[in-house]
């Protein structure tokens, strides 16, 4: 099973409580793997969010599960207690890739005008879905300023085969959408199966739920080839592991999980601006946002 988040957090050695270890600030950064003091859960940070009047932290384990705690003391990192704090950088302030037009004006990553000053908004009820982590990281990279200034929330399915259980859990309604990019979303696909019984048991409340998705077996291949040096990508053999077949094509190391990991950064770090992705995604992730903002507040 792939560990999601690296070494186990809970295999490191308690200090001394007789030594009185010195608490110190942590920004609460999305990927920080944090453990709870009292109840023992460990898990990656997700977000922090606003609930009950007060800022709290969302983190999920590596088999799924979430759970959110106030924002502050009573965290360990690696047997060190911690207080978590805010992060005192904006991210939409600290991208490097973001373009100005010829009139001065900036333009994010996803070609929209940047919103001066703007912070970014209370979390809507609405969520956006996505497949897995490497779906997640490149539409935070294009979309991430426009999402934060909407208040859009992307989560992970951890594929596609949790959409029906996911949906169901989230109850969506007239101000509470769910939208749902999918890989693979071709006729007769085992995507396109489980997204048609998915719908089927929500009834009704299917009517505030969009699911599209990219042809893709893959979202690397939303990326245009040309980033990576290739004219087109790789027909990858049936039984090939897509993502290793793509990385043998390249004469990139694919050995293990960690030579996947390091090539998707490498493919990600291609990425500029909306203009090397595939119009098939494209169009796909602006349309879900336009879904789940279009709802009266």
Do not use: C, N
Not at 39 to 55: C, D, Q
Not at 79 to 96: C, E, H, N, Q, S
Not at 175 to 202: C, F, I, N, W
């Amino acid at each position: 099973m792939i560990d999601r988040y690296g070494s186990d957090v809970l295999s490191s050695p308690r200090p001394d409580p007789r030594r009185r270890p010195v608490t110190r600030d942590v920004a609460a950064t999305v990927g920080l793997v944090v453990e709870d003091v009292e109840t023992g859960f460990a898990g990656a940070i997700l977000r922090v969010e606003k609930s009950g009047g007060m800022r709290v932290v969302v983190l999920e384990d590596r088999l799924g599960k979430r759970r959110s705690y106030p924002l502050g003391p009573g965290f360990w990192i690696d047997g060190a207690p911690v207080t978590l704090v805010t992060p005192t950088v904006d991210a939409a302030t600290a991208r490097p890739d973001v373009a100005r037009t010829d009139g001065g004006r900036r333009l994010t990553a996803s070609g929209s005008f940047a919103v001066a000053g703007q912070r970014a908004r209370v979390a809507r009820a609405s969520r956006i879905w996505v497949e897995g982590r490497h779906d997640a990281e490149l539409v935070e990279k294009v979309w991430g300023d426009d999402l934060r200034v909407e208040g859009v929330v992307v989560e992970m399915l951890q594929g596609a085969d949790h959409l029906a259980d996911v949906l169901a859990e989230f109850e969506p309604g007239p101000q509470r959408r769910a939208g749902v990019l999918v890989d693979h979303l071709v006729k007769g696909s085992k995507e396109t199966r489980l997204v048609d019984e998915a719908m089927r048991r929500l009834g009704r409340a299917s009517a505030h739920v969009l699911v599209l998705g990219h042809p893709y077996i893959d979202v690397w291949q939303a990326v245009r080839p040309e980033r990576v040096g290739l004219s087109a990508w790789p027909d990858v053999p049936r039984g090939t592991d897509i993502k290793v077949g793509t990385l043998a094509a390249l004469g990139w190391p694919h050995a293990d999980q960690a030579d996947i990991a390091r090539g998707w950064q490498r493919i990600l770090r291609s990425v500029r601006t909306y203009a090397d992705l595939s119009p098939a995604l494209l169009g796909r992730v602006e349309e879900l946002i336009d879904f789940v903002t279009a709802v009266p507040e």
